[in-house]
């Protein structure tokens, strides 16, 4: 009996029990619809991360007053983190001499209500006051207008540079140039629009109203708040010498001995983009315990299944034994039947998983993904759940008695 008999059986035998048959395919592919689809999601993801971070740079760093992320190292605990002042901000900006570009800014507020007459957003406006430089080195770019100047920045003037989704929800289709949005009760001239990065990880670039910072810090600066300087260095194979060039300048404003540790941090593009990727192998895990809970389940119930088979065609075995058919050979084409009825449900698992994956992975501005690892991995698993499940009912008709089981009524 060769291979291609033991699958032409197998299919049969399912036929003949359909209705359990679906029914265990649909358990299996739950399982592996939700491993496939979440990984699958998970790298659409990470290239979303990559892709929008890419757009910063490898050149350009941040200085900030802490760490952006949570740090249970001890070496962490005693640092007294000091918020960065605008005086410390523009003393770095002026003493800074490597070749490069620096920005000062800082972000007010996340929850922002902009109107304009009497269409309002709603309260989820990043608003950020900022210099001349901000634009370039946060990689970003003008649709149309312009951005803020450094004379708007020294003059202190209420004008607004605001984001896509923003232009699009309080003035549709017509031009946002040239008209007065009120922040804060207070009226902002808006000289620009930004063009859009995406709905997915552009931390509110799309919903943002930036203005010069000197103007902001009269009506929405909080005491105790921290600015950004934001760094661009024009040659990236010289980034590493740029930081300790800024850590330098920075230890020295703030008077910092030798051994006294800096009590500010630093952030680079890809530091943030490599933790929030890091961050996703949670949900990672989540998808494999899911899957193999489905699995788990479904091994089951494909068990009961081939034992009711093999009760159910207990005559057949008994007639197969008696015209030669040996034991290796009906444990084969039971294992060949679990295995079938595995990779069935598999493959409308991987199918649907990929389609889940991908469409989350489009709303989110990913890339398409054909999960090659996933798929195959799906496979494996399949293949290995027939044959667990599969293993003991095939035994057991294996080694049923010839003659007793054509007695079986």
Same mark, same amino acid.
């Given at each position: 009996m060769t291979i291609l008999n033991d699958i032409k059986i197998a299919i049969e035998a399912v036929k003949s029990n359909i209705g359990r048959a679906i029914l265990t395919c649909l358990i299996i592919a739950v399982g592996i619809m939700a491993l496939v689809g979440m990984l699958t999601a998970i790298d659409g993801m990470k290239a979303s991360?990559?892709? =929008?971070? %890419?757009?910063?740079?490898? =050149?350009?760093f941040t200085i900030i007053n802490g760490s952006a992320?949570?740090?249970?190292?001890?070496?962490?605990?005693?640092?007294?983190?000091? /918020?960065?002042?605008?005086?410390?901000?523009?003393c770095f900006k002026e003493n800074f001499k490597f070749p490069g570009l620096v920005s000062v800014y800082m972000t007010y507020s996340w929850t922002a209500i902009v109107k304009y007459g009497t269409v309002k957003s709603n309260p989820n406006v990043q608003l950020t006051g900022a210099d001349e430089n901000f634009l370039e080195?946060?990689?970003?770019?003008?649709?149309?207008?312009?951005f803020i100047s450094a004379s708007d920045v020294s003059n202190e003037l209420q004008v607004a540079v605001i984001g896509k989704e923003l232009k699009e929800i309080l003035f549709k289709k017509k031009s946002a140039l040239n008209k007065n949005i009120i922040v804060g009760g207070k009226k902002y001239l808006v000289i620009g629009v930004l063009k859009s990065k995406g709905q997915a990880f552009d931390f509110g670039s799309n919903r943002i109203v930036i203005m010069p910072?000197?103007?902001?810090? *009269?009506?929405?600066? =909080? /005491?105790g708040s921290s600015y950004n300087i934001g760094? *661009?260095?024009?040659?990236? *194979?010289?980034?590493? /010498?740029?930081?300790n060039y800024s850590k330098a300048v920075f230890r020295n404003i703030r008077n910092l001995k030798p051994k006294m540790s800096n009590n500010f941090d630093f952030e680079t593009s890809d530091g943030i983009s490599n933790r929030l990727i890091s961050s996703l192998t949670f949900v990672s895990i989540a998808a494999y315990v899911i899957a193999f809970i489905?699995?788990?389940?479904? %091994?089951?119930?494909?068990?009961?299944?081939?034992?009711? %088979?093999? *009760?159910?065609?207990?005559?057949?075995?008994?007639?197969?034994?008696?015209?030669?058919?040996? =034991?290796?050979q009906i444990l084969r084409q039971f294992l060949t039947e679990a295995v079938i009825i595995c990779q069935i449900g598999g493959?409308? @698992?991987?199918?649907?998983?990929?389609?889940v994956g991908n469409i989350v992975s489009s709303l989110i501005d990913g890339p398409m993904i054909l999960p090659w690892t996933?798929?195959?991995?799906?496979?494996?698993?399949?293949?290995?759940?027939?044959?667990?499940? @599969?293993?003991?009912?095939?035994?057991?008709?294996?080694?049923?008695?010839?003659?007793?089981?054509?007695?079986?009524?």
């Open positions: 991360i990559t892709k =929008n971070f %890419s757009l910063l740079g490898t =050149n350009t992320f949570v740090d249970f190292d001890d070496e962490y605990e005693n640092i007294d983190y000091k /918020p960065i002042s605008i005086k410390e901000a523009l080195i946060n990689g970003q770019e003008i649709e149309m207008g312009r910072y000197t103007n902001g810090k *009269k009506s929405f600066y =909080n /005491p760094v *661009k260095v024009f040659d990236y *194979k010289m980034l590493d /010498p740029a930081l489905t699995l788990f389940g479904a %091994s089951i119930g494909l068990m009961n299944i081939m034992l009711v %088979s093999v *009760k159910e065609r207990t005559r057949e075995i008994g007639t197969r034994k008696a015209i030669g058919a040996k =034991n290796v493959l409308g @698992g991987i199918v649907l998983g990929i389609a996933w798929i195959l991995l799906a496979i494996v698993l399949c293949t290995l759940v027939g044959l667990v499940s @599969g293993i003991m009912p095939a035994r057991h008709a294996a080694r049923l008695d010839p003659i007793d089981s054509l007695r079986y009524e």
